[in-house]
Antibody, heavy 128, light 108 residues
Framework: EVQLEESGGGLVQPGGSLRLSCTAS????????MNWVRQAPGKGLEWVSY???????????YYADSVKGRFTISRDKAKNSLYLQMDSLRAEDTAVYYC??????????????????WGQGTLVTVSS | EIVMTQSPATLSVSPGERATLSCRAS??????LAWYRQKPGQAPRLLIY???TRATGIPARFSGSGSGTEFTLTISSLQSEDFAVYYC??????????FGQGTKLEIK
């Protein structure tokens, strides 16, 4: 069974740091792109970051403007794990953070992804 | 950035009836559109990708239509588990991937 399990959430003060992890099982982790998506309490979904699969020598990474320069996405092929290092946290970063596998389609010279499956999420609360 | 707009914000429908949810893109996304269902307290689950293709394990009562800027998710006969929030997502022009604000489907 394909599964994703997040961990590492918790309460952190503004300006603090937190590292989220997402452990994958049931599929060849290195063959898939991965994403982080967040959901503020009572709000909709916001894509946060993307990392390409491990099949090529170069890794492609993207961030939403709202987290660029503060968050860092990475992956460890040997541990089947995805990470999100979150620094300089703000109150508006409070959300449930989901990891989601990218299902890539290729066309017009680029890859595009929908997300399937998603992990159960981990709550990050930024508050003093 | 492509803005996705869903309507209505809330839809009240009786069990067994048909529900029609709409999603509009601020510019063409061709057929690069997905739909997700999110039950309370759970993660989103993929329903439809490529605007019309049902994901694995998704029952036939779910159907997607549209291309370009106008899309529809139709649930032909509502079951209890279908009362949830639904999101559309465009994956044509990215980054960023963008989602609609959601439609809450509630029991009438």
């Amino acid at each position: 069974e394909v599964q994703l399990e997040e961990s590492g959430g918790g309460l952190v003060q503004p300006g603090g740091s937190l590292r989220l992890s997402c452990t994958a099982s049931g599929f060849i982790f290195s063959s898939y792109s991965m994403n982080w998506v967040r959901q503020a309490p009572g709000k909709g979904l916001e894509w946060v970051s993307y990392i390409s699969d491990s099949s090529s020598s170069s890794t492609i990474i993207y961030y939403a403007d709202s987290v660029k320069g503060r968050f860092t996405i990475s992956r460890d092929k040997a541990k089947n794990s995805l990470y999100l290092q979150m620094d300089s946290l703000r109150a508006e970063d409070t959300a449930v953070y989901y990891c989601a596998r990218g299902e890539d389609s290729y066309g017009s010279g680029t890859y595009r992804s929908w997300f399937d499956p998603w992990g159960q999420g981990t709550l990050v609360t930024v508050s003093s | 950035e492509i803005v996705m707009t869903q309507s209505p914000a809330t839809l009240s429908v009786s069990p067994g009836e048909r529900a029609t949810l709409s999603c509009r893109a601020s510019q063409s996304v061709r057929s690069n559109l997905a739909w997700y269902r999110q039950k309370p307290g759970q993660a989103p689950r993929l329903l439809i990708y490529g605007a019309t293709t049902r994901a694995t394990g998704i029952p036939a009562r779910f159907s997607g239509s549209g291309s370009g800027t106008e899309f529809t998710l139709t649930i032909s006969s509502l079951q209890s588990e279908d009362f949830a929030v639904y999101y559309c997502q465009q994956y044509d022009d990215w980054p960023p991937y963008t989602f609609g604000q959601g439609t809450k489907l509630e029991i009438k």
